[in-house]
């Protein structure tokens, strides 16, 4: 059988009145409904196709790109519940199901959820889970300092932002360092700021210390000559939200980057007015 809830490239093996019988190497078959059929297709071609279970619980295949695959979060659209639960709108015909017991607050239609996708091992159904927390382990990570990572916002506390990182561990944006506006479900590159012994994950948005030095002179530097007299009014006293809005960059990366560039006679500075891209 086919393994359900992900990509295959598979060989169209013989057209029926259903639709196409797509087959592996391993001489595993699924049906691609005539509605999935492409225009154009000869026997023994390849596509490529995602399987899961129909209405009637057997595996069929599809070309419609899904918004989740097996072992994936994703941040999607309750369209219905009742008492065994709800059901999520992940971009096939037959909708994403997510059990009673796996929601972490009762979904309701209309609302969006971050979820888990995985396979039910005891009734072979691909279905999704809100309590993501579940679903992420810190207990051997595969991070180090300074990686950059792919984060998912999960739920904001009173330190920040709890956040998934690389789909695999948790980890924790300070609030401190967040200079724009965050919701559950947004996708963003952040950087290993520090792990603690206890395998606790500190994310930021920007790379700490000297590392960070010089990315970030390069991009005040493209604000700057995207500017029509390379000029910025941006100093010391500049709020940070004004500073991030301008170049995204946290007041304290700014300044570090504008240290930089001034060492480098690239800028001049004018205290309390802005900085000048050096003629």
């Known amino acids: 059988m086919l393994d359900l809830g992900i990509k295959h490239t598979l060989t169209i093996d013989r057209d029926t009145p259903p639709g196409l019988f797509l087959k592996n190497e391993a001489g595993d078959e699924v049906l691609l409904p005539n509605k999935y059929k492409p225009s154009q297709f000869e026997i023994g071609d390849e596509i490529e196709v995602f ?7 057997r595996p069929v295949a599809t070309t419609l790109e899904p918004k989740v695959m097996l072992d994936e979060f994703a941040y999607l659209t309750c369209v219905d519940s009742n008492d065994f639960g709800a ?3 992940w971009g096939l015909e037959k909708h994403l199901f997510v059990p009673h017991m796996e929601q972490a607050y009762k979904m309701l239609k209309g609302e969006q959820y971050l ?3 995985y396979l039910d091992e005891q009734t072979n159904r691909l279905v999704a889970s809100s309590r993501v927390n579940k ?8 991070v180090e300092h300074f990686d950059e990572v792919d984060l998912i916002v999960t739920n904001p506390t009173d330190m920040g932002y709890n956040v998934i990182v690389n789909e695999i561990h948790i980890g924790l944006l300070y ?16 950087i290993i700021k520090k792990i603690r012994p206890d395998n606790k994950i500190d994310v930021s948005l920007q790379r700490p210390g000297y590392r960070g ?26 709020k940070p939200e004004l500073i991030y809005d301008t170049v995204h960059l946290s007041k304290k990366a700014f300044k570090k980057a504008i240290g930089t560039l001034y060492k480098e006679r690239q800028i001049t500075i004018e205290n309390g007015v802005g900085i000048f891209l050096k003629g």
């Open 135 to 142: 679903f992420v382990d810190n207990s051997i990570l595969t």
């Open 51 to 57: 399987v899961y279970l129909d209405f009637d619980e």
């Open 213 to 238: 030095i010089e990315p970030n002179a390069k991009k005040v530097m493209e604000v700057l000559e995207s500017t029509e007299d390379g000029f910025l009014p941006l100093h010391d006293k500049s």
């Open 175 to 190: 609030k401190d360092e967040v200079f724009q506006d965050l919701k559950t479900g947004d996708r963003l590159k952040g």
């Open 115 to 117: 979820i888990f996708c």
């Open 87 to 89: 059901f999520l709108d």
